[in-house]
């Protein structure tokens, strides 16, 4: 157990619908990074959150978006949905800031998202 | 921008057999980690590396950092089918992002 929670574990949804996945960071933790795996993909990079604040984006489309509240918790919101965005999307956190030494990031289970 | 090559994107091998992945940067990296994916599961921090050339040991799993700091390898020994999984390298991708390479998927064949 990481430490790291995500809600929900499963969700089916239809084309063009509007979907939001929560996640809350291991205990102190002030970064929470979301990542998006395709099938048989690898990880890829969204955004990712420090104390509530954006801090860096990767390949996130405009119709996703994402913010981190006052208690540290995130939600990844993802609007018009097509069935390319079905995907395993993960949450992780880190207690700091940057990608650099010592600041190991931790993965939740991960939100199964399957659009129909 | 950044990227992290890993070779190869699968690997079979029979149990016992000893397995390598290898990662590979465009640029210097501060230092770089190592995940495993299980089946179904979700990527869990294996190590970080952060010295040029550094070498770092976990049972069967051998773990290096180039000394350019550009590459890193992850060497399993005698393979067990609890070795199953995914592999990936990360480094830093800039201020904050963690950039995962493709990985390396390992099949361990009894």
């Known amino acids: 157990d990481s430490g790291v929670t995500q809600t929900p574990k499963h969700l089916i949804t239809a084309t063009g619908q509007r979907v939001t996945l929560r996640c809350s960071p291991r205990s102190g933790d002030l970064s929470v990074y979301w990542y998006q795996q395709s099938l048989d993909q690898g990880l890829q990079f969204l955004i990712q959150?420090?104390?509530?604040?954006?801090?860096a984006k990767g390949n996130i489309l405009e119709r996703f978006s994402a913010q981190q509240f006052p208690d540290l918790h995130s939600e990844l919101n993802l609007s018009s949905l097509e069935l390319g965005d079905s995907a395993l999307y993960f949450c992780?956190?880190?207690?700091?800031?940057?990608?650099?030494?010592?600041?190991?990031?931790?993965f939740g289970e991960g939100s199964w998202l399957t659009v129909v | 921008g950044q990227q992290v090559m890993q070779i190869p994107q699968y690997q079979h091998v029979q149990e016992g057999e000893d397995f390598t992945t290898y990662c590979n940067s465009s640029t210097t990296l501060s230092n770089i980690q190592w995940y495993k994916q299980r089946p179904g599961g979700h990527p869990v921090f294996l190590i970080q590396l952060v010295k040029s050339g550094e070498v770092k040991k976990q049972k069967r799993l051998t773990f290096q950092f180039g000394e350019a700091k550009k590459n890193s390898s992850l060497h399993i020994t005698a393979t067990q089918t609890t070795d199953v999984g995914t592999y990936f390298c990360a480094g830093p991708g800039g201020y904050n992002k963690l950039i995962f390479g493709a990985g390396t998927r390992l099949a361990v064949h009894p």
């Open positions: 992780a956190s880190s207690p700091r800031d940057r990608a650099d030494s010592g600041n190991t990031i931790y």
């Open positions: 959150y420090y104390n509530g604040e954006e801090r």
